[in-house]
């Protein structure tokens, strides 16, 4: 972990406190990318199903928006066929490091 920043670190607190219906483990070789598997949230379409993503934190991280793909397939109106989240906050000029802040 040594180099990577304090943000990055604080990371860890997800093993340790999990969200319920979210795993979030970062990946053995690389300590800014995270396998991602959230269970469907109860009442929903989605209700009992299982989905993979993947989600990496860049180098200027805060600075810069997380990268968030689903992996499995998904069909949602925020979700292209790439898996990847259309949603304004995760683009790059309505991003502010303050979304990390406040979720750490």
């Not at 997800?14 to 053995?28: S, Y």
């Not at 200027?60 to 499995?72: I, N, S, W």
Request: aromatic residues 10%.
């Amino acid at each position: 972990m040594a180099g990577l920043p304090r943000r990055i670190i604080e990371t860890q607190r997800l093993l340790a406190e999990p969200v319920p219906g979210i795993k979030a483990e970062p990946d053995e070789s690389n300590a800014r990318y995270f396998h991602v598997v959230i269970a469907g949230p109860q009442d929903s379409p989605f209700e009992g199903g299982t989905f993979k993503l993947e989600l990496f934190l860049p180098e200027e991280y805060p600075m810069a928006a997380p990268k968030v793909r689903f992996m499995t397939k998904i069909y949602h109106p925020n979700v292209d066929k790439l898996g990847r989240i259309c949603l304004d906050i995760l683009k790059a000029r309505a991003w502010t490091r303050l979304y990390a802040m406040n979720n750490i």
